[in-house]
């Protein structure tokens, strides 16, 4: 097969405008980690089971590993460095710190973010939907209940 | 793992997707959510010259209500079909289905025509180019053996997606594109029943939307699987029912379909025949239960034994005919 077309992306990634070239077959995780060194995206199965490679695409979580990255021109993609502002960690990080439900934090980016999905689209949801929303992503570490915990402490905040 | 090369193409219209298709055939993979065929990329198990994206063509989105149908377009996501109160409420299996399917960000990324058109499945199959690489090359890959029916003359692959059983409990059609034409075909004629090939769509058609057709009398619907992990896993052994009841309060019509039992998901077909006249008792739907049992194919080839996942298939045929009992309601 003759050499791939290398093509000029503009992404869009925690509001700001990256430009980058690549070629089809980059999965927005590589682009993400590689080229634009936002490395708190984890690869871990790299086949869509695990969950830590998740990010928001127009605010709904997403596998980075079984996305292609020439197909997120023109959508707004939010990695985990993109919830702490001026310095300080955002409400739904410091609440997973506060209730110790990071222990090695392969999951915590993933897992915070289809946790910034959920409460976005429901502001106080039980300990049930909690557990379903983050049922695609595995923790191996903490054996869910702290982090089920540091969600619900945040139910009805309204941030 | 790496993605092989390909050529990448976009089309923005129908139209210019069939001409794209009509261009490359063999040659092209379409893809839509990318939870499939991304992996089945990674995994080698097909080497495309071309990947089409259709996630970009509006034509094929939107779950819009006729007056005797549903049509549902290919594009639309596992979440929507999920989330929907007019498929939650009138069909409940298709809804109770799309709630099971994988995990909700698999099924924010999935799409329906995806989700149907997804290839069968085989421990001796899905897995790594090195793995294979240590393995006799099965019907699957083009070979002349079964590595999970010793001597086995075809492939055993299966068949482990749950939208298309509950579509087909819903006798749904599917509607296929190319330049110059389109056909309209139930569901179950896109199967072939054979797990090399598993579908019938030709290599230029494109699968744009779903037809479902309205009830016309009380009736009620569900579906049930069996997985390993409540949260992600694809079923093991899975039903989708309707049952549909006349003004005297007897079974007017029952359909189930089965589906992680074979290459294609399959129509139980002497449950209606079974079923019909009967007044809605357990023991009735039990003998369907059984039927099921008897047509279920349970081959040692996924992550429970065969012979387990065939005893599940009764077990959920039931509790899918039980499913539809309760969520009996007047026609539409």
């Known amino acids: ?159 | 793992m790496k993605l092989p090369p390909f050529e990448y193409l976009e089309p923005s219209t129908v139209p210019e997707a069939l001409s794209m298709l009509d261009a490359y055939r063999d040659k092209v993979q379409i893809i839509a959510g990318g939870t499939e065929v991304v992996n089945r990329l990674k995994l080698r198990l097909i080497r495309p010259d071309y990947v089409m994206n259709i996630k970009k063509l509006r034509d094929l989105e939107g779950i819009v209500e006729h007056e005797q149908s549903i049509i549902i377009g290919a594009n639309v996501s596992v979440k929507e079909i999920r989330d929907s109160s007019l498929l939650q409420d009138k069909y409940k299996a298709i809804a109770e289905a799309a709630f099971q399917v994988a995990a909700p960000p698999l099924a924010n990324m999935g799409t329906i025509g995806g989700n149907i058109l997804q290839n069968t499945r085989c421990l001796f199959y899905n897995q790594s180019e090195i793995v294979l690489k240590g393995l006799d090359v099965c019907h699957k890959r083009g070979g002349a053996s079964c590595l999970a029916v010793k001597g086995g003359k075809r492939c055993f692959s299966v068949y482990q997606g749950d939208m298309a059983p509950a579509l087909i409990a819903f006798d749904a059609q599917c509607v296929l594109e190319k330049s110059g034409s389109r056909r309209t075909i139930p569901i179950m004629a896109l199967f072939t029943g054979q797990g090399v090939q598993p579908f019938s769509q030709e290599n230029n058609e494109l699968l744009t939307g779903i037809i479902i057709p309205k009830q016309n009398r009380a009736y009620g619907s569900a579906y049930r699987k069996l997985r390993v992990r409540g949260s992600m896993d694809y079923p093991l052994a899975s039903a989708a029912a309707l049952l549909a009841l006349g003004a005297d309060g007897r079974f007017a019509a029952g359909r189930l379909v089965i589906g992680a039992s074979g290459p294609a998901p399959k129509v139980v077909d002497r449950v209606s025949a079974a079923l019909l006249g009967k007044l809605p008792e357990e023991a009735d739907l039990k003998a369907a239960a059984d039927m099921a049992y008897e047509l279920s194919e349970g081959v040692d080839n996924l992550v429970l034994p065969g012979d387990y996942r065939k005893k599940m298939v009764r077990v959920f045929a039931q509790r899918a005919l039980q499913g539809a009992r309760t969520d009996m309601k007047r026609g539409m």
């Open chain 1, 1 to 159: 097969m003759k050499e791939m077309k290398r093509y000029s992306l503009t992404l869009t990634v925690n509001n700001e405008t990256h430009e980058v070239v690549a070629p089809p077959n980059r999965t927005l995780l590589e682009v993400l980690r590689e080229d634009l060194h936002l490395t708190g995206t984890k690869e871990g199965c790299g086949e869509g089971a695990c969950g830590s490679c998740t990010v928001l695409v127009d605010g709904q979580p997403v596998r980075s590993c079984l996305t292609l990255a020439v197909a997120m021109e023109g959508r707004k993609i939010t990695t985990i460095e993109g919830l702490a502002q001026g310095g300080r960690l955002h409400p739904i990080q410091a609440a997973f710190v506060e209730h110790h439900a990071i222990q090695c934090g392969f999951c915590s980016p993933g897992m915070i973010l289809t946790a910034y999905a959920l409460l976005n689209e429901n502001p106080n949801p039980g300990e049930a939907e909690i557990r379903r929303a983050i049922s695609g992503n595995v923790c191996r570490c903490t054996g869910y209940a702290k982090i089920v915990k540091a969600v619900q402490s945040l139910a009805g905040e309204g941030r």
